[in-house]
């Protein structure tokens, strides 16, 4: 019975980062757009319009761009328990003596689209982009604490009941038509064709009776801690695809006068949805607290269904640009007569204000149903069938600002920006795959014209405000043998401090040509 619910918390910790393609977007990818803080969808001026505002495609010259940046991220947590206090992997060890951090190469974020108008109202565009987030993400299972007797020995790490490794990827090619009734209006639309990935592993306690000093009092509560105890514990691992996740983008852009844009966009995406395979381990330590080296191994393809939903976003963008006096472009801007504009050499600066919400809430839970109760190899434990797991996410609204200053047209252009977002977790439900604190980024960047070659680099830092419970978690283990009774562990495994911050430069050419339209 305790293996059967350990075995559902690494579950539900698996479960968690598949929100790696929502949780944490900084705001959006592109080299432009990272530069002006993701104020970026009034202007919307290189191919990956295509997806991020498809009515923009329809207005600018023809173009195919490619891109990427360069992710570098920080994240921490120090596990504290209900006294505050750093939480040690069982009584007779010392806590680790500082946070443990994640290890999280360095991962390139890639952009590719183009755009092509075939006529002077009507435009294709093609793109394929991920969302603006880092890659693989690996929390040690083992940290280096000194026992009774002072001696530094490898034990479990404090964090393995939340997360282990995280492997998630999602892929959206994006197919969109633009049309402009008229000059001043255009409208565009896009269908995403997402393609998922996701490897994700973590531990569990399976058994959780009393190990609070005093047993006859409350346990745990403020004095009177409950320890882990990592001698049961289970590893698991759940890996799966989804080839096929339909979505589509809207968008609307209007000038009411020369000097102004004000754009609208909108995205709705169905649920990632895949069969997966599962794979556990046990026990997953040695008794001296290190690797066994020799666990017995449970290996089922094709295990159960696995299903996340993709939230729904939209923005509104308004953009003020100031025309350059006596502006000429080159001949593919000018051959298109009007319908086709160009900021670097039509505008001296502009200046954007985007206002964006994001519906995490609509993630109510990710839903795990397994085939049977398999057996697990090494135990006489099942694993449930249904391991579904409830989300306790917000809605997330921000603003962006951002602009850019052009000294020398059809040559140099220089650009600033920063957002604010709002918080998508409350302290207490904290974990340790993405961090949904409040988000403040600021940015720059410029480009340089050569002929009909842009090329562009840019600069981005994002604050994570720090999520800190006090130890006062709510995220607790599920375990059948716990002495309260409920199902779940006495201590909450989220406890304590989270901090987190990201830096990312990128790099970006886009190529403008000319050809006859319709």
Known sequence: MGLRAGLLLALTGLAMPAEASNALDSPEGGVEQ??????????ADDPMATYYNPAAIVRHPNAVHVGAQLMIRSHCFERQDVDGNPVAPRPGFSPPPDPICANAPPFPNPQLGATFRIHRQFALGLAVLAPHTNG???WDPTTTYANAFGAEVPQPSSTRYMLIDSKPLLVLPTLSVAYAPIKELSIGAGFTWGISDLQISNTAEPISSVRCADPNAPCPSPGNPQPDDFQDDIFAKLSGGDRFIPGFVASVLYSPIRQLDVAAWYRFSDAIRTSIDLEALAPYYNPAGDLNANPSVTDVKDAGRFKLPIPMEARLGLRYHHPRKGARSQAWVEKHRGWARDAFSQDLFDVEVDVTWAHNSQIDRVEILLNEAYNVNGTTGRVPRDASVPHPYKDVV????GGEYIPIP???AVRLGGFFESKGIDDEDLFIDFHLSERIGIAGGLSVRLGPVDIAASYQHTFFLALDNGGQGQIKALS?????????????????????SLDEVGLGVTYHYWVPTL
């Not at 002006?36 to 202007?43: M, N, P, S």
């Not at 921000?398 to 600002?401: D, I, K, Y």
């Not at 059948?480 to 987190?500: P, W």
């Open 398 to 401: 921000g603003v962006r600002l």
């Open 136 to 138: 693989n993400v690996t």
């Open 480 to 500: 059948g043998g716990s002495d309260n009774g409920d199902g779940r562990s006495l201590q909450a495994v989220n406890g304590g401090r989270a901090t987190s």
């Open 410 to 412: 059809d040559l140099l």
């Open 34 to 43: 990272v530069a002006r803080g993701g104020a970026w969808l009034a202007r």
